[in-house]
Structures are given as C-alpha cells and as structure tokens.
C-alpha cells in the first residue's frame, strides 16, 4: 500500500476530530498562543509543514478606519452618519481577527479606542457599515465616496485637498491660497467661477466720501450636475437672507440623502449650503447692514475652470488697482507717517485708536490679522456690527479652513507672531492707510 498523502491544514480542521489531532501532531502547527509567544520572542512565525494559520490584521483594520474617515470633516453635513458607519465596520473588522489578535496590546487597545468613541458619538452598535471595497462605496453624487474611489484605484491614500476663501467687513478677502487682502471692488465682482459653482458679490460705499466699500448682496449658482442635481440658484441681499434657492426649493437632487441642501442656523441671519455632490460648504451671514461669506471647497473642483474664467477673487485676489493694503493683506504695512488731529477725527467717527483696540480684543484675544481688520473697519466706518463680522469670519475659518495651523495670519510676516514693537506699526499703519482709504 502506497504511503498516504499528509491533508492540508484547512482540511485537517474541517474534517478530523480533537482524538485525530491529537494523533497527528505533526499535520497541524501548534496552538495560537505558541505561535503568537514565539512571534513575540523571535519575530518569525513557527514553520509547520502546513499552511500558517491567519495573522492578527489590527493594523489592516486601522488603515482601512483612517482610510474611510480621514476626508470627513465636521462641518459638514452627514459626518456623524459617515463616522458611525466607519466605526462599526472598525469594530467588525476587530472582531473578525479577535482569535489572531489574542494577547496583542494594540489590538486591545483598538477595541477600547472603539468603544469610547462609539459612546462619545452615541453611534449604535447595530447599523449600515462602511466599506473599503471601491465597487461597493461609490456613491455618483457624493464627493467623498468617489473621490475615496480615485485614491484606491490610484494607490493614494492621501485624502483630497481642501480650500478656503472668505470675504467680509470692509471688504477683507482670503484667497484660496490664504492671501489676505483689504479691497475696494465696489460693484458686482466674481469670487468664484469654475466649472460646478459660481459667486459673485456687489460691494456699496460704506462711508460718504471713502474707497472702503461692504458687501450687501450674495448671487451663488450651483450648477447642473448629471443626475445629482439641477441648477439651483441662492440669492441674499441686506435684510432678506433666504433659507431656500430662488426657486422656493431647499434642497436638490432624488432621495432622502439630499445631494444639496440649505440648513438655516439663525432666522434671517445665518444659512449654510451643503453641496455632497461637489464636497462643499458655504456659509452665509449678515452682520448689521452687510454681508459675510465664507466657503470651503475641494482643489481640484475649485481649479477646473476655463481660461476665460480666469477673474475670480477666490483664486487670484483683487486686481492691483482695487486694493487699498500693500498687497500682503497688511493693513498697517504703510509705517512712518502721521495725520493731523482733524483728519483722524474725521476718519473714525465714534472711535479712537484705543478704543477700537479695545473692543475688538473682547472678540479677539489673538492680534493677528483679523483682530487688526477689526480695528481698521471700526475706524473707518464707526460701526460696531463689523466687530462681530470679522469675529464670526474667523469662526468660520476654524469651522472650514483644513489647515489649522493656518488659521491665524499675522501682519509681520504672514505666519509669526508679531512682537514687541507691533502695537506701535499697527497704530501708524491704520492710521496712514485710514487717510489713503478716505482721499
């Protein structure tokens, strides 16, 4: 009789008994724990003649989380939903290699990890789950799911990029690529055009006799996109700020997921946009009798427009010839001058230097570039609504910029702190670009 051939270990633990194993010990390698203590000691998994037994995959289980979680962002609509079905899909992901993963502190540490966040979330442990499979997620009208889609297929796992522009006050304007500028750009002006969104703000005179102008009306045109939605138009302007598109509608696209809608936060004051379908966020504001604006937006959707389209505030600034600050978005970058004492009475009506120092480090502990656009609009203007307009802008920046080491701008160099000898160049700078704005 020929010798019979030894079975495969997958088949040795469907078919033979704990007696037959028991009998064969060399048909199988030897107990989880074993292996694991000798992975531990000696780094190498124990060479049986058969097939290894399956790896703890915690690591996988992580990678595919951070994978599915790393483009959410609070602010936007549906991330509580989105993170829910990421975490659970961790959770039984840890599940499923717990055997693999006995005695690994990792491991253990992940299932706590898990769990804490479940409750900090008040995610239920029964529901729809996340998955890492491309075919599976794509979703055609949200951002996230297909561009979650290009970075698999691509070997990328970096999450898209995301950009920001803001404009509010008097106006003072943040470019995509974080360029702070003061402008006058009175009349209507495009802050973005591209080929999914359209912006377009008109600016007033603020002040009889001054450049500095403020925004009093908001055009936003989301375009058609395929089967995710129909052009949808939102217009606001002073003391009529909707909570639906021209239309009457509040949201766009099929289904109960909506693929646009509007979230009115404060009646008549305060309205965000969420545009699934293109990634983006916008908030609008009025404060007093004008205008803020503030959107985030992906980079590769905000940068795909035509060469004829190339007048967008958002991405290029204002023009030279519209700007009243040295380019740098510096309002005090003009030092070394002085103004009469009738001119500075007449320049900031209701407000001394000091005073408006004041009141905007109540709303601004931090003395970076928007407290100093604080104190510029308050002299300038004397209206104490353009107080609350930059430190709401700056919310909004804490609520959509990406980069939060790029929240804060400081005047003496962009990114550093200004020290000590800043208070002095602030008060000559305000006080020699007050008298540029009002001749």
């Known amino acids: 009789m020929g010798l019979r051939a030894a079975p495969s270990c997958a088949a040795a633990s469907a078919a033979v008994s704990g007696a037959e194993q028991r009998r064969h010990p060399r048909l199988c390698p030897p107990p989880l724990a074993l292996l694991l203590l000798l ?19 915690i690591q996988k289980c992580t990678t595919d989380f951070v994978s599915l979680t790393s483009h959410l962002n609070s602010a936007i609509d549906g991330f509580d939903s989105e993170f829910c079905k990421a975490l659970r899909a961790y959770a039984g992901c840890t599940q499923r290699t717990s055997k693999a993963c006995r005695g690994n502190l990792v491991y253990h540490s992940a299932v706590l990890g898990i769990s804490d966040l479940m409750s900090q979330r008040n995610c239920s442990k029964d529901g729809p789950t996340s998955s890492t499979n491309p075919e599976v997620t794509h979703d055609p009208c949200n951002y996230h799911s297909h561009a979650g889609v290009r970075e698999l297929r691509g070997g990328d796992q970096n999450p898209p990029n995301y950009l920001f522009c803001g404009l509010f006050g008097d106006p003072h304007l943040r470019t995509f690529k974080d360029h702070f500028q003061t402008c006058k750009v009175e009349g209507a002006w495009p802050l973005i055009d591209n080929n999914y969104l359209s912006v377009q703000v008109t600016n007033v005179p603020v002040v009889l ?61 305060y309205v965000e946009m969420h545009a699934r379908y293109i990634g983006t966020t916008v908030f609008v504001r009025q404060l007093g009798r004008y205008l803020t604006l503030a ?102 920046v804490e ?41």
């Open 39 to 57: 992975l531990l000691s000696l780094g190498l998994l124990h060479a049986g003649d058969c097939q290894q037994p399956a790896q703890c995959r």
């Open 209 to 269: 006799g001054s450049s500095a102008t403020a925004t009093n009306k908001i055009t936003i045109i989301f375009k058609a996109h395929r089967e995710c939605t129909d052009q949808k138009v939102y217009q606001a302007v002073t003391d009529d700020l909707p909570a639906a598109f021209v239309d009457g509608s509040t949201s766009g696209g099929d289904g109960d997921v909506k693929s646009l809608r509007i979230v009115e936060r404060e009646s008549g004051r």
């Open 295 to 396: 959107i985030r937006m992906p980079e590769d959707l905000a940068m795909s427009y035509e060469e004829s389209q190339d007048l967008q505030l958002c991405v290029n600034g204002c023009p030279l010839s519209e700007r009243i600050d040295d380019g740098q978005g510096q309002v005090s970058a003009i030092l070394g001058h002085t103004l009469p004492h009738t001119s500075l009475a007449q320049a900031w009506p209701g407000y001394t230097l000091e005073t408006a120092n004041a009141q905007c480090h109540e709303k601004m502990p931090v003395k970076d570039i928007y407290f100093q656009s604080c104190v510029f609009d308050l002299l300038t203007t004397g209206d104490a609504n353009f107080t609350a307009a930059a430190h709401s802008a700056l919310e909004d």
């Open 399 to 439: 609520a959509l910029h990406p980069r939060k080491e790029r929240w804060h701008i400081f005047p003496s160099s962009g990114h550093e702190t200004p020290q000590g000898g800043s208070h002095r160049s602030l008060s000559l700078g305000l006080t020699c670009l007050i008298l540029v704005v009002f001749l």
